[in-house]
Every structure is written in C-alpha cells, then in structure tokens.
T-cell receptor
C-alpha cells in the first residue's frame, strides 16, 4: 500500500514550456486535490475532484488544468509555465466528505520555472 | 472568507517540555479541523482530525482540542522529544466550501 505517490519529484522548466504532474493513490479514495505551497502564502488549493470524470476549481486555478480519467489518478497540467508557478505541488486524497474528510498527502513535486 | 492563524510562528524548547501550539479561525461554521506535521522537504502527515461535533482527539503524546464557538484549537505535545521537531499545520474545512484552509504553521525545534 503505497498511499499517495507523485511523479516527478523535481522538475525545472523554462518559461512557456508545458508539463503534467501525476498523482496516484491506491486507497480507493473518491476525492482528490492539488495544492501548491509557497513561502509566506501557505498551502492553497488549485483544483479538486469529487470522483472519476469530475473536476472543480479551488482557490488558485488560473494557469492550471486537471483531469481525472481514472479514479486512482489525478493529473495537473501546466500548458505554458510561468515563473510565478515555481512552487512545491502536493496532491492529497480522502475517502470521506465533510466531517470525516481526513486528507492524505503525497511527498510533493518541487517545480522551478526559469 | 475563512482565515486560519497559527501562533507562534516558531518555537524552540528543551527536550522533555510540555508545549501548546495554537490555531485560530475566523468562521466557526466548520466541518472539521485537522492537524498535520511536515518535515523539511517532505509532504504532510495527518496527526489528528477533530470533527465539528467533537471537543478533542488524542493520539499518543498528542492531544488536540477544539472550541468552535471561539474559533480556536490547541495541539498539546507532552514530554517533547527531538524527533518532534517539524512544522505543525492546522487546517479547517468550512461549511461554505469543500476545501481545506491552512494556517501558516508553527515551526517547532526541540533541543536535546
């Protein structure tokens, strides 16, 4: 049981390049999330999914797209990377909603955009 | 908009001390509050989750309390150890939304 895994662990992009971050969970969780963590800004929600085939915007969705084609995977895409997207990206998942929404996090992807 | 604040931002204590970390939130209409631990360069590990109908949760040397009406939670760590050194984050899920809102964290160092 690997929990929540993220690929890649590190990446350096040039401005304007694109990439996809992959999150996978083997806990059969229904709900999945993408966050970014920045110094002084804390953790902020980018997008989330309440089930296979569904996605919704979080607090800071601009510049990102997501897809949830399979229940166990949640992809985060950057179509044209900008230096402001330099950050550490975390994926999380949970089985339950509302009161029992206890989120389990992956190890993170450290992205630098030059 | 929900705002979560953690005080202090950093704390350094000698090994063996009991300590309290504080978390406050502006909107008391929450589903739950969660405490996390984050080690440098790592992801977040869930420590305790307190549902809105609960007053406290305990796990080993950790005890978290929740006072919804005053918008406060405390994380109590008993007999601190150097291995407890990490950043501790609290987060809430508000009734108005489906997302976790995080505090800025308390960076704890326990000196041997």
């Amino acid at each position: 049981n690997a929990g929540v895994t993220q690929t890649p662990k590190f990446r350096v992009l040039k401005t304007g390049q694109s990439m996809t971050l992959l999150c996978a969970q083997d806990m059969n969780h229904e709900y999945m999330y993408w966050y970014r963590q920045d110094p002084g800004m804390g953790l902020r929600l980018i997008h989330y999914s309440v089930g296979e085939g569904t996605t919704a915007k979080g607090e800071v969705p601009d510049g990102y797209n997501v897809s949830r084609l399979k229940k166990q995977n949640f992809l985060l895409g950057l179509e044209s990377a900008a230096p402001s997207q330099t950050s550490v990206y975390f994926c999380a998942s949970t089985r339950f909603w509302r009161e029992r929404n206890e989120q389990y996090f992956g190890p993170g992807t450290r992205l630098t955009v030059t | 908009k929900q705002e979560v604040t953690q005080i202090p931002a950093a704390l350094s204590v000698p090994e063996g001390e009991n300590l309290v970390l504080n978390c406050s939130f502006t909107d008391s209409a929450i589903y739950n509050l969660q405490w996390f631990r984050q080690d440098p360069g790592k992801g977040l590990t869930s420590l305790l989750l307190i549902q809105s109908s609960q007053r406290e949760q305990t796990s080993g040397r950790l005890n978290a309390s929740l006072d919804k009406s005053s918008g406060r939670s405390t994380l109590y760590i008993a007999a601190s150890q150097p291995g407890d050194s990490a950043t501790y984050l609290c987060a809430v899920i508000s009734n108005a939304g489906n997302m976790l809102t995080f505090g800025g964290g308390t960076r704890l160092m326990v000196k041997p």
